[in-house]
């Protein structure tokens, strides 16, 4: 039996879409006119289409209610309404992602929000999480 059909003979259940996965991130960080690299894994939550609709609807509510208590209407910032659903969606990581001191963070909400606040993570933690989501291999090192 060839590997396909190993594959294809296991089967497939709906269970595999409701849990969480690992993926890769590279974060590329600016130093002296270049870009050093800095990578761990993260744990998303899979989600559906449907709950990722859901879940950027209940974000841009919520954002634009905010934005409004303060200013009146205004117009919601992609990257906010990016951030809180990375929030949402990013369960974890592993060890090498660290805090100061090179302690080691939980994956609160807070947490996810220190890191998602630097562009270069934010922008890492984006990526990562896209080309899982439309089923793009990620990068792997030889």
Same mark, same amino acid.
């Not at 990722?52 to 309404?81: C, F, H, W």
């Not at 990013?90 to 929000?113: C, E, F, I, P, S």
């Given at each position: 039996? &060839?590997?396909?059909?190993?594959?294809?003979?296991?089967?497939?259940?709906?269970?595999? #879409?409701?849990?969480?996965?690992?993926?890769?991130?590279?974060?590329? %960080?600016?130093?002296?006119?270049?870009?050093?690299?800095?990578?761990? $894994?993260?744990?998303?939550?899979?989600? &559906? =289409?449907?709950?990722? =609709?859901?879940?950027?609807? =209940?974000?841009?509510?919520?954002?634009?209610?905010?934005?409004?208590?303060?200013?009146?209407?205004? %117009?919601?910032? $992609?990257?906010?309404?990016?951030?809180?659903? #990375?929030?949402?969606?990013?369960?974890?990581?592993?060890?090498?992602?660290?805090?100061?001191?090179?302690? =080691? %963070?939980?994956? $609160?909400?807070?947490?996810?929000?220190?890191?998602?606040?630097?562009?270069?993570? %934010?922008?890492?933690?984006?990526?990562?999480?896209?080309?899982?989501?439309?089923?793009?291999?990620?990068?792997?090192?030889?």
């Amino acid at each position: 039996m &060839s590997e396909e059909e190993s594959t294809t003979a296991r089967g497939f259940s709906y269970d595999q #879409l409701t849990t969480t996965y690992h993926w890769p991130v590279v974060v590329e %960080m600016p130093q002296d006119g270049e870009f050093e690299e800095f990578e761990f $894994t993260a744990e998303f939550r899979m989600v &559906s =289409q449907d709950e990722a =609709q859901a879940i950027y609807d =209940q974000v841009r509510t919520k954002l634009q209610a905010q934005i409004e208590d303060k200013n009146g209407p205004s %117009m919601i910032p $992609t990257n906010a309404v990016v951030k809180e659903f #990375l929030v949402e969606v990013w369960v974890g990581w592993d060890n090498r992602l660290k805090g100061t001191n090179g302690v =080691q %963070m939980k994956a $609160t909400k807070a947490n996810k929000r220190k890191w998602l606040a630097w562009s270069p993570m %934010m922008r890492a933690i984006d990526k990562a999480y896209r080309e899982s989501a439309r089923g793009q291999e990620a990068v792997k090192e030889n």
